[in-house]
T-cell receptor
Framework: DGGITQSPKYLFRKEGQNVTLSCEQN?????MYWYRQDPGQGLRLIYY???????QKGDIAEGYSVSREKKESFPLTVTSAQKNPTAFYLC?????????????FGEGSRLTVL | AQSVTQLGSHVSVSEGALVLLRCNYS??????LFWYVQYPNQGLQLLLK??????LVKGINGFEAEFKKSETSFHLTKPSAHMSDAAEYFC???????????FGKGTMLLVSP
């Protein structure tokens, strides 16, 4: 079955450590996204990529980094510069380009900073 | 710039009652509008979308929404709530032709027996 796989599902980190969240898709979608979800805040866009080797900052990119070396993979690194990293992180993909905007989501990764 | 306002962070209904979740948007260009549903500790799933075709849009699980340009609204309805409808619902907007969405803050739907 085609879909988006995020790992790990749960992750604990000590303050000052970087952590990388994995996102893989086999939908052959061009565009991929990372959103952060906090209770009562909805989803906020961190980074997105519409094509391999290219990505753009979203609304809350500070303290995060991404790479897009392969079409199917879009890992997110939460760096020690992110002041409040505890959150639920969602990866999504879409066909990309000029499209209807329909996103397909993974099941999320919950990061807790101890 | 576009934005979405969802009225009510929580909505409670009885099983069998009408479900109405409110969404108002602002967009400088004709919008595409979406409703997504999220069950606990899961990703979001598309319920329905409006992309400038029919103003009344039917989605999965018996949900529908009506685009009203004059009111800048896209409210989600379902005639009869089921226990399985209990989840968080998100309205989202995208300027037509672009791929990034702006989400509302979500409305938690609670269904009581």
């Amino acid at each position: 079955d085609g879909g988006i796989t995020q790992s790990p599902k749960y992750l604990f980190r000590k303050e000052g450590q970087n952590v990388t969240l994995s996102c893989e898709q086999n939908l052959n979608h061009d565009a991929m996204y990372w959103y952060r979800q906090d209770p009562g805040q909805g989803l906020r866009l961190i980074y997105y990529s519409q094509i391999v080797n290219d990505f753009q900052k979203g609304d809350i990119a500070e303290g995060y980094s991404v790479s897009r070396e392969k079409k199917e993979s879009f890992p997110l690194t939460v760096t020690s510069a992110q002041k409040n990293p505890t959150a639920f992180y969602l990866c999504a993909s879409s066909i990309g380009g000029v499209n209807t905007g329909e996103l397909f989501f993974g099941e999320g990764s919950r990061l807790t900073v101890l | 710039a576009q934005s979405v306002t969802q009225l009510g962070s929580h909505v409670s209904v009885s099983e069998g009652a009408l479900v109405l979740l409110r969404c108002n948007y602002s967009s400088s260009v004709p919008p595409y509008l979406f409703w997504y549903v999220q069950y606990p500790n899961q990703g979001l799933q598309l319920l329905l979308k409006y992309t400038s075709a029919a103003t009344l849009v039917k989605g999965i699980n018996g949900f529908e929404a009506e685009f009203k340009k004059s009111e800048t609204s896209f409210h989600l309805t379902k005639p009869s709530a089921h226990m399985s409808d209990a989840a968080e619902y998100f309205c989202a907007v995208s300027p037509s032709g672009y791929s990034t969405l702006t989400f509302g803050k979500g409305t938690m739907l609670l269904v009581s027996p």
